[in-house]
């Protein structure tokens, strides 16, 4: 099997971001690059994924009631072997307030058993591995408790790098 490493696909979301920028011929501002980069992670994810052993086909921002009463899910893989699997996609669910927001609403959703019903795997750009390990300092609250949550969906298979989800996806 065809192994893309993580640091890969970041690598081709910020060349593709790059290219995006020299295209509009003026540097982007921070808000709009964060922006612009959040679509690319779901539009290499999708490139990479469709090409997969186990991907019949994938669609993309989908209303998926069963998985998600309010958002679109950014991907929905149809296995070969006939199963869905649903993938939001974020650069990070623990750095900054919205992204905490988003957090806890997983957190919530594992919670109500989703993963017991669907193949859900949030699939996320930066890699988790480093942040679930830092030194909290004496007292937090915070800070330890998002990363018990992140190391805990990731533990559970609901929180996924891409080189991870793309192995779990030949488990489904």
Known sequence: MITITNKEFNNKVDLMLE???ISKGWPLGRQAKATK?????????????TDHPNV???????YCPEVDDFSLVDLVVHTKT???????VARDLWLGTS??????????????GI??????????????????????NKGARKKPTVQGWVSKL???KMLFTFEELYAHINTI
């Open 115 to 136: 993963l017991e019903e669907h193949n859900y795997c949030y699939l996320v750009g930066d890699c988790f591995k480093d942040f679930i390990v830092e030194k909290c």
């Open 56 to 62: 019949e086909k994938i669609e993309t921002q989908i």
């Open 82 to 88: 006939g199963k869905k699997v649903y993938i939001p």
């Open 37 to 49: 980069r959040g679509t690319l992670l779901e539009d290499v994810a999708e490139l990479l994924l």
């Open 99 to 112: 992204q905490m927001d988003r957090l806890q609403v997983q957190v919530l959703k594992f919670k109500a």
């Open 154 to 156: 990731w533990k559970n």
């Open 19 to 21: 290219q995006y920028e």
